[in-house]
């Protein structure tokens, strides 16, 4: 999270959005191994927790049942260029929105595991457009051989650690001028939240 306090928020129901939104994240934790870190999907439950899964395999999976761990979620990023200020004498930056989970992890049932890979599916699948796939179309072995491979977490969130770095820091003019610069060079989704949630 950024020391400023001028880019946090607590608005929990944009948390819970970002999540929804984004869908993917890291889940990091210090093990006896040194620190690791996997790439996950990741489901809010909305009462403040984070389901996600990992393979059997990964350097994680044996450490993570009762362990403390964190989770980030990164969503729109970009570089801001000093030429977007009407006084160029100042430093590029850059802006963005992150969001950090602490919590306690546990390790999900064979249910919840499968309950949860349903879950993501009709929520990706949904987003895809078109004639949805469903799990059912995998062959039964193939399905169980694959739901073996992995296992379920959830983490009971136990602190939100957000960053909205949308320049709150500089005037109206100044922010207008960034999004702008923000929307023409790429960064339209970063743009629209300075627009909206900066205000």
């Known amino acids: 999270m950024h020391p400023n306090a001028l880019f946090r928020s607590e608005d929990r129901a944009l948390f819970e ?7 993917f994240g890291m889940v990091f934790m210090t093990t006896p191994d040194g620190p690791r870190v996997a790439h996950t999907p990741l489901l809010s439950t909305g009462d403040g927790a984070v389901q996600f899964h990992i393979a059997r395999g990964n350097a994680l999976t044996r450490y993570l049942d009762g362990g403390t761990a964190l989770v980030t979620i990164n969503g729109p990023d970009a570089y801001v260029s000093p030429r977007w200020y009407a006084d160029r004498g100042t430093v590029p930056t850059w802006n963005y929105v992150s969001l950090e989970l602490e919590g306690r992890v546990r390790r999900m049932g064979s249910e919840g595991l499968e309950g949860l890979l349903h879950a993501l599916i009709l929520r990706h699948e949904g987003r895809a457009g078109g004639e949805q796939w469903k799990a059912g179309e995998t062959p039964p072995d193939m399905w169980r051989k694959l739901l073996g491979a992995i296992v379920g977490f959830e983490l009971e969130v136990l602190a939100w650690w957000p ?9 109206a003019a100044e922010r207008a001028a960034i999004a702008s610069g923000l929307e023409q060079h790429g960064s339209p989704a970063l743009a629209h939240l300075m627009r909206t949630l900066s205000e």
């Open 17 to 23: 959005t970002l999540i929804d939104e984004i869908g």
């Open 163 to 171: 960053t909205f770095k949308l320049s709150q820091n500089k005037s």
